[in-house]
């Protein structure tokens, strides 16, 4: 019954109100960034991708090395890998970290960052291609006996991997989406569905969706749920919102106003002027209908970001956002992915303040059951 917390790390210190510092891929401060995690109780990090940013394999690999029971969730997208290579390379790096890592699948939410790496497919073409993808991936991990698979988009024969995962049946599948194609092919092959945070009734909406999409695929289990939020502390609920809107002046300084996220750090993480992804689409519209909704969630951010990704934030004390993330889990998330405004300070702070509450919270409500 316990929840899943993940953070995301990088190769530098950056984020939407700190312009990037140091070199591009910077051994010491993913040594720094990993620590941070791990003393702060963080179960994974998110190792994201575009492709303008490190490749995530390695990175794991080196933040692996450094690190004792940190997990990796690694973002891969599709299409770039044979299938069967991904599945060997994904099934070394668990042996070496002893059963550490889980694949976060993105089918790709940008045209044009995907035409910087050769990809022209269009939306449903890509998840049509996921699913062959995911399909002869899992089977290169379980298929106890040579196999062969002519599909669409891959055509592999006499396929017989002896690189297997520590993790059985298979390392652990997160899938990211927000359109009926991604709940399609997520919810036949996902172990975690992700999705940005969205107000409770949407959320609700999206799982309900997923489940369906799962139901509809011949699965008996569902997919577990992870919702991404932006939490912003304080102290007391003025000096929370207090800091919120520094944050929020920060980014709007930052990008000149015009709410697009178009710098260097955009570039590298994928994230274009006009958003034509499900999830940032649906942040910029709950962001219009309200700047505030339920307990905690504020939209501005995802506004003056113009929802380049995970973007929406959770304000008050500790208590606040801790009951705010229960919220969630009452109608049916099991994994949060936290990142801050202040990437090293905000990680400490969470698992000092935040991440504590939350689970001392799951631990009551399994002594006491409703």
Not at 44 to 50: A, M, N, P
Not at 185 to 203: M, N, Q, R, S, Y
Not at 210 to 228: D, E, K, L, Y
């Amino acid at each position: 019954m316990g929840v899943e917390f993940i953070g995301q790390i990088s190769t530098q210190f950056a984020s939407e109100i700190h312009p990037s510092s140091g070199p591009a891929i910077d051994p010491d401060f993913v040594r720094r960034f990993v620590a941070a995690h791990e003393d702060a109780g963080f179960d994974k990090v998110l190792v994201g991708h575009s492709a303008s940013s490190a490749d995530g394999l390695q990175v794991a690999a080196f933040a692996a090395a450094h690190s004792e029971r940190l997990g990796y969730l690694v973002a891969h997208r599709p299409g770039f890998m044979a299938p069967t290579m991904a599945a060997r390379a994904f099934a070394t790096l668990d042996r070496f970290s002893g059963g550490r890592v889980a694949v976060h699948t993105v089918s790709g939410g940008s045209e044009a960052d995907q035409a910087r790496d050769g990809d022209h497919l269009d939306k449903e073409g890509r998840y049509r291609r996921t699913d062959e993808y995911l399909e002869v991936m899992e089977r290169t991990w379980t298929e106890e006996e040579p196999f062969g698979h002519r599909g669409e988009f891959y055509d592999v024969a006499d396929v017989h991997a002896i690189a297997r995962p520590v993790q059985q049946p298979h390392i652990p599948i997160y899938f990211g989406g927000s359109s009926e194609a991604a709940y399609r092919v997520g919810g036949k092959h996902a172990d975690v569905f992700a999705l940005w945070g969205e107000p409770l009734a949407e959320t609700a909406e999206q799982i309900a969706a997923v489940h369906q999409a799962a139901r509809a695929a011949g699965r008996s289990t569902m997919p577990r749920i992870s919702v991404s939020f932006r939490p912003i502390l304080g102290t007391t609920e003025e000096q929370a919102w207090e800091r919120a809107h520094d944050v929020l002046d920060r980014i709007v300084a930052a990008d000149g106003g015009g709410g697009s996220f178009t710098g260097r750090t955009a570039h590298r993480q994928g994230h274009e002027t006009t958003r034509t992804n499900a999830g940032s689409q649906r942040l910029l519209a709950a962001a219009e209908r309200g700047e505030l909704h339920d307990r905690a969630l504020w939209t501005p951010t995802a506004a003056a970001s113009g929802a380049a990704g995970n973007s929406t934030a959770l304000v008050g004390t500790p208590e606040t956002v801790a009951a705010a993330l229960l919220d969630y889990v009452d109608i049916g998330a099991t994994t949060f992915l936290l990142r801050g405004y202040d990437p090293l300070d905000d990680v400490a702070d969470y698992g000092r303040r935040l991440l504590p509450l939350v689970r001392e919270e799951m631990a009551r409500r399994e002594r006491v059951p409703a």
